[in-house]
């Protein structure tokens, strides 16, 4: 996966290859750790004022639009696959698109990543719809627990969403400034696509939490 650096001890010899895990995947990781941390903890805050406010959460759910947030539940998964995608090329050493534009299969890493990126400004987008309506129908984050709880669970995510595109646009500029896409840049790309991945396990188990599990 472009993660893992092998060095052989001696080009002649039956010596076993030496590998190495690349610093920085395994320092991402480890944040990663620590971020799912983070998230258990809002997670538990959201259940343990669900389970004091039953009836308050009853009344507060009906107010959500569960078919708009599965459509941009759908969105956050498909940037998922396309940034899958753009790992791929990555691990070709492909950076950029080698065909023409409509030509999907000679996609670099940038296009794919540019595509995700676009993805994922249409789900905080709308999110940021979905902000409005429910504020106009009264549930602001000071209005009551469920308010509160609601918005800090998802704000929180939308937060690493938008760090997860800049991310992207980061990664995208690097492909274009050097001369040469090399491993380390495929690195990069893989690194980021770890984050992201993670960013939208974590949303799929809100939705199911906050729109499902009413």
């Known amino acids: 996966m472009g993660c893992v650096t092998s060095t052989s001890i001696s080009p002649n010899s039956a010596a076993p290859v030496v590998s190495r895990p690349n610093v920085v995947a395994v320092g991402t990781i480890v944040w990663l750790g620590s971020e799912v941390m983070f998230f258990a903890g809002l997670f538990a805050i959201y259940f343990t004022l669900r389970s004091t406010s039953p009836g308050l959460w009853g009344a507060e759910t009906e107010k959500l639009n569960v078919s708009w947030a599965l459509g941009n539940t759908i969105i956050l998964v498909l940037s998922s696959v396309t940034c899958q995608f753009g790992v791929f090329a990555a691990e070709r050493l492909q950076g950029r698109k080698t065909g023409g534009a409509f030509n999907l299969a000679k996609w670099g890493m940038a296009e794919w990543f540019l595509l995700s990126y676009a993805l994922g400004a249409i789900f905080v987008c709308g999110q940021i719809v979905e902000y409005a309506n429910l504020v106009h129908d009264g549930v602001a984050i000071s209005s009551n627990a469920y308010g509160s709880a609601f918005y800090l669970t998802t704000g929180f995510h939308a937060m690493h969403v938008t760090g997860g595109l800049i991310a992207f646009l980061l990664t995208i500029g690097r492909a274009f400034a050097v001369k040469k896409f ?33």
């Open 182 to 214: 090399g491993h380390k840049e495929a690195t990069t790309a893989i690194v980021v696509s770890y984050y992201w991945h993670f960013v939208d396990v974590v949303w799929i188990g809100l939705f199911l939490v906050i729109y499902i599990l009413k």
